[in-house]
């Protein structure tokens, strides 16, 4: 598996459905020392899922995890992910994700670069 460029096309984004390709996927970022970023399908919804403790001395500056804090809130608030989503420094999960593209996007906008992460979730206004 190739590490996911920055800014990362939500088609390279993998499918890590299932615990052998979620493994797979997981220790490829960590062999990699690259940030896991991958989705999941959860029956009709989808999770998506951003991991930095796989890339050693890794952390999302101030400013990205503002933003990522930001625009899971946003998801939240209009009913686009469940609330038990997260946001923290380390790691980013989104439940009930409706539909593969949608997801692939979101994933691909948690990658750590802004201009994606606004395209795909605009600031509230």
Do not use: N
Request: aromatic share 6%.
């Amino acid at each position: 598996m190739q590490p996911l460029p920055i800014p990362c096309p939500a088609d390279r984004i993998p499918d890590a459905t299932g615990m052998d390709a979620f493994t797979t996927a997981y220790s490829a970022a960590k062999e990699q020392q690259a940030v896991f970023v991958a989705i999941e399908c959860q029956g009709p919804r989808w999770t998506v899922k951003a991991d930095v403790l796989t890339a050693l001395r890794h952390t999302l500056d101030t400013t990205v995890h503002d933003a990522v804090r930001e625009a899971v809130g946003h998801l939240i608030d209009s009913r686009q992910s469940r609330p038990d989503s997260i946001a923290d420094p380390v790691y980013v999960v989104l439940y009930d994700v409706d539909g593969e593209l949608r997801t692939r996007e979101l994933a691909a906008a948690f990658c750590g670069d802004l201009e994606p992460l606004a395209r795909a979730v605009p600031p509230s206004s």
